[in-house]
Every structure is written in C-alpha cells, then in structure tokens.
C-alpha cells in the first residue's frame, strides 16, 4: 500500500504543472541544491557579513550540510533503491550523480541548512525552502516522495546533532 501512495504521488508531482516556465524554474531551484551549493552559499555569506556574534551558527551551519551530505551517501549505499522509473514518456528531467535514490541528498541537505541556519535566521522561509528543494525531486522525476521524506528526517536529525 505505500509503495501504492508512493508511485502515485510521484506521478502527480510528475506530470501536474508542468508548464515549461514552471520547469525551468524548478530546474533552476533543484540545481542550485546540487551538493547544497545553495545553501552553503547563504551559510557563506552569513560568515562573510552575519556579524561575529553569529558566525559560529553559520559554521555549525556549513558543518551540517556536509555531515548530512556524508550520512546521506553512506545509507543511499546500504539501502541502493534504484531511482523511479515511469514511462518512457516521463523521463527525468535532470541529471543525478548515482542511480540510489533513497533517502534524497538534496532533501537531507536542505533541511540540516534549515535546522541549523535557523539558530540565526527566521525559521519558516529556510523550512520553506527546504520544503521546495525537496518537493523539486519527485517533480522532475528522480526521487519517489518517501526519499524526499527521508531525507528531511535524515537533514533535522544531522542539524539537531550538530547544534
């Protein structure tokens, strides 16, 4: 049954507005995760201009991202789920690094950011952003909806160590 609920949400997050303008706007939003670059880039700037009071938090910060981009790959190789595969019609729509899909590196990077940034900047756009990031997976076709729930489990529990 939840292998059901699964499938079918990846394939309304697959094939539900999917405007080409939409499409290259999550395109965009899913790239600029690729190996937290994003996130490490607020976390960056925060150092660079946060004020020294905070910078430790934006360190922890860059040290949470990297530690859940770390645990990630270590239990994307003990599980290895291979990635959807829906029609030949719904082909990804971006490239991966590896063909595991479980738990969603982008999803556990996001959400250790958002935990640990969030000791210094307003919690509900960095979960917001986090969120995005991990619904982007299932959109463009390379992660099922449990990986990118994983995933956030596997980023708060990172973050929450590393506080």
Do not use: C
Request: no cysteine; glycine share 8%.
């Amino acid at each position: 049954m939840l292998r059901a609920l699964d499938n079918g949400l990846l394939r309304l997050l697959r094939t539900r507005g999917h405007d080409p303008q939409v499409e290259r706007w999550v395109l965009a939003y899913t790239h600029a995760g690729e190996h937290g670059v994003m996130w490490h880039g607020i976390a960056l700037v925060g150092v660079l201009l946060g004020g020294r009071r905070n910078r430790p938090a934006f360190w922890r910060s860059m040290r949470a991202i990297g530690a859940a981009y770390a645990a990630n790959t270590a239990v994307k190789y003990v599980f290895r789920r291979a990635r959807p595969v829906l029609e030949a019609e719904l082909p990804h729509l971006a490239p991966t690094i590896t063909g595991h899909s479980y738990p969603s590196a982008h999803s556990s990077m996001s959400f250790a950011a958002a935990s640990t940034l969030s000791e210094v900047l307003p919690a509900p756009p960095l979960y917001l952003m986090a969120s995005a990031m991990a619904l982007s997976r299932p959109y463009v076709g390379v992660h099922y909806p449990t990986d990118v729930l994983a995933g956030a489990v596997l980023g708060v529990a990172v973050g929450r160590l590393l506080r």
